[in-house]
């Protein structure tokens, strides 16, 4: 169910052009403003699919559930920052490897999302 609404909510991949973009439109990531040499982060932070971020949290539960060896990369960054942080890292890695995946038409591959995710 949760492929299927990514599916249906990402359309045609071809339309970012880049990971970021889609990572953003994921609302997997915080949105940056930069004016005068200072950061502010107080609006725009609603913008992109509520639905897909909903979605690459439903992944990670499922994936700590199934999967030993991201409930162990789970845990290790949990250790390091707090569990919000690594719920927001690791559904950002989720995040770029959908991207890839639908952009070059290939099956998720765990060794490499751990791998790229260290």
């Not at 609404?5 to 994921?26: G, K, W």
């Not at 390091?80 to 591959?109: E, N, P, Q, T, W």
Request: with cysteine; hydrophobic share 35%.
């Amino acid at each position: 169910m949760l492929a299927l609404s990514i599916l249906y909510e990402t359309h045609d991949i071809n339309r970012f052009p880049r990971v970021q973009n889609y990572s953003s439109y994921c609302r997997v990531i915080r949105v940056q403003r930069i004016s005068a040499g200072k950061n502010k982060y107080g609006r725009n932070q609603k913008m992109g699919n509520p639905y897909l971020k909903w979605a690459y949290g439903q992944i990670i539960t499922h994936a700590r559930q199934s999967s030993e060896r991201i409930n162990a990369y789970y845990q290790k960054l949990e250790a390091k920052r707090c569990a919000k942080l690594a719920c927001g890292i690791i559904s950002h890695k989720f995040a770029v490897a959908v991207y890839h995946m639908l952009k070059k038409k290939v099956a998720f591959d765990e060794d490499r999302f751990l791998k790229v995710a260290s």
